[in-house]
């Protein structure tokens, strides 16, 4: 399994960039996705989640709600990121997550997923 997160990069805040994370080697229909991110010095926290169907429920950390939007494409086994009004805050690297299995009350939990992409840099200026 391999998830390749790219998009990341330097943003003054307010901005906004769209992070991309493609998956292979797995059935990505049948996965949850997510976004988490780690700042230096401090634990990897969740960022957003969604279900299996493009349709299907999301979920967002309480600092990002109304800001970022995640979303997929099952056709292209990407899972995306929209993020926007950007703050210096967001700075860390993103990584998104895949897991089959993962119960829905368990998304914010690192330990719960079962695959991570390498991470993507993103630096918001003040």
């Known amino acids: 399994v391999q998830l390749q997160a790219s998009g990341g990069g330097l943003v003054q805040a307010g901005g906004s960039l769209r992070l991309s994370c493609a998956a292979s080697g797995l059935t990505f229909s049948r996965h949850r996705m997510g976004w988490f991110r780690q700042a230096p010095g401090k634990e990897r926290e969740f960022v957003a989640g969604?279900?299996?169907?493009?349709?299907?429920?999301?979920n967002y950390a309480d600092s990002v709600k109304g800001r970022f939007t995640i979303s997929r494409d099952n056709a292209k086994n990407t899972v995306y990121l929209q993020m926007s009004s950007l703050k210096p805050e967001d700075t860390a690297v993103y990584y998104c997550a895949a897991s089959e299995r993962i119960i829905w009350s368990q998304l914010a939990f690192p330990n719960a997923w079962s695959y991570w992409g390498q991470g993507t840099q993103v630096t918001v200026s003040s």
């Open positions: 969604i279900n299996s169907s493009a349709g299907g429920p999301r």
